[in-house]
């Protein structure tokens, strides 16, 4: 670092999971850190609030959490300490069927496996190794591409996770092991029929074997809260109700670090970027959105299948080809009628999220980027297609559409609650191809977003890489 006197030694715009662990690891490091977040509250989507009735817990945004479990940053963090819970429920997932059976993804690879009947060694196959070798792979997975430490076990990966999830799914003969996989699949949120939506499913369903898939006891806000606090109590600071529209605005620092996607970072910053970066980012794509229900109930969901009871979170999609089919259309600009739906269980869990015998349910379909279609029906009606009397149990809904989500957070473009299309265009080369993604083509300003590797999801790596990548050079500038 030079001599020339800074209001702070790092600066973090936007306090998502990412933005907080840069912080973090920042504040970690020595240095003076200075957290900015536009909102009011911090956490980006770690937020919880009642949006429908007193007493009803609602996670805005992320609400079960596979991805924080795994993290290896998070695993060097004492979040326990500062009043992060987490509550594992019985099952990962569960996936209902028309016929009224359902099937599950538990906690071990052997009961899934025992659980698909003539699809068990199939499964086994399938994932015993990729759990076998995670801790010799995860920070591939969970980073910036490099050369492996593990080149043949990150390659026994690779080789299944570069195929589509379609032909992936033919290792199966089962409608429940396929329509498992969909399920975990469609996380992707694009055409099953794609290159590497393996990729997503694999690693999801390998994270309800090595750590489950959990949420957090009092509301998804707990994770933010808690990394806030450990960021505070190392002696960071952090503004609210600061919304950052131009470097102008930002106090002094040796380096910046946004936790935006590449739009915001370009209305900020632009002007400092080199031509051939600003075009990168003008071309990055954003992927679908999503249509947002909140149900308070005066009861649990009717799932007709028993095993949806224990999961805390439930896939509706019916078979392979049903869920193929509408996320094929949505990523062409179309709403299904039969949309794939994920559901969260929170209250089944966790008793601080509804008062006494009573619940809620998290709820969202993915939709075409920018959609104002009212969806609410449409996911209604499918919910109630596998628990007949839904709904007569709603007491209050609340919904938010992809406007409207993106008026609640404007990383979230046209509602993609991902940062971007995560296809193999994007997988690894987001936000730009470059030989590192956390750095812009200005000196001192980094992204650390869920545009950067390893892509959504709470786990606080992108950020993590990124805090890593502004130290090395800053410490390589002072020397």
Request: charged share 20%.
């Amino acid at each position: 670092m030079n001599m020339v006197k800074r209001d702070y030694d790092a600066i973090v715009v936007g306090s998502g999971p990412n933005g907080l662990s840069a912080a973090i690891t920042l504040q970690r490091a020595g240095l003076s850190v200075l957290l900015i977040e536009g909102s009011d509250t911090i956490g980006g989507g770690l937020r919880s609030a009642e949006v429908t009735l007193p007493g009803f817990v609602h996670d805005i945004c992320s609400a079960i959490h596979p991805m924080a479990a795994i993290s290896p940053f998070f695993a060097t963090l004492p979040l326990k300490e500062f009043g992060l819970e987490y509550i594992y429920p019985k099952y990962a997932a569960a996936h209902p069927f028309d016929d009224g059976k359902a099937a599950v993804l538990c906690n071990s690879v052997e009961e899934t496996a025992a659980l698909l009947g003539q699809d068990e060694r199939a499964y086994l196959d399938l994932m015993e190794p990729i759990v076998r070798d995670w801790p010799l792979i995860d920070s591939n997975l969970l980073g910036p591409l490099k050369f492996p430490a593990h080149p043949f076990a990150l390659a026994r990966f690779g080789l299944k996770a570069i195929t589509s999830a379609n032909q992936l799914s033919k290792r199966f003969r089962t409608k429940e092991a396929k329509g498992l996989w969909a399920g975990v699949a469609a996380h992707s949120v694009q055409p099953l029929s794609n290159i590497a939506t393996s990729a997503i499913g694999l690693v999801l369903m390998s994270s309800a074997h090595i750590n489950g898939w959990p949420l957090p006891k009092g509301g998804s806000k707990f994770i933010a809260s808690a990394l806030a606090a450990y960021f505070q109590s190392l002696g960071g600071k952090i503004q609210t109700g600061t919304y950052v529209k131009s470097l102008k605005e930002l106090p002094s620092a040796e380096a910046v670090l946004f936790d935006t996607t590449p739009k915001q970072l370009m209305e900020i910053a632009g002007q400092r970027f080199s031509a051939i970066y600003k075009w990168q980012l003008n071309k990055y794509r954003y992927g679908p959105g999503v249509f947002k229900m909140d149900f308070a109930l005066d009861g649990p969901v009717p799932f007709t299948a028993p095993q949806c009871q224990g999961a805390g979170t439930v896939h509706i999609g019916n078979t392979l080809e049903e869920i193929a089919a509408g996320e094929k259309a949505i990523w062409n600009g179309g709403h299904p009628e039969n949309p794939y739906v994920l559901l969260a269980q929170q209250s089944l869990f966790d008793d601080s999220r509804a008062p006494e015998g009573k619940h809620t349910l998290w709820a969202y379909c993915h939709v075409p980027n920018g959609s104002t279609k009212d969806m609410s029906a449409v996911i209604e009606r499918q919910i109630e297609r596998f628990a007949p009397g839904f709904r007569d149990r709603i007491l209050a809904k609340y919904v938010m559409n992809t406007k409207q989500i993106e008026e609640y957070n404007p990383n979230y473009i046209g509602g993609d609650i991902g940062g971007g299309a995560i296809d193999i265009g994007q997988l690894f080369t987001r936000p730009a191809l470059r030989w590192s993604p956390y750095r812009t083509s200005a000196k001192g300003l980094y992204i650390c977003s869920s545009s950067t590797p390893p892509g959504g999801g709470v786990h606080g790596m992108g950020g993590y890489h990124a805090a890593q990548r502004a130290l090395k050079d800053l410490f390589q500038n002072k020397n």
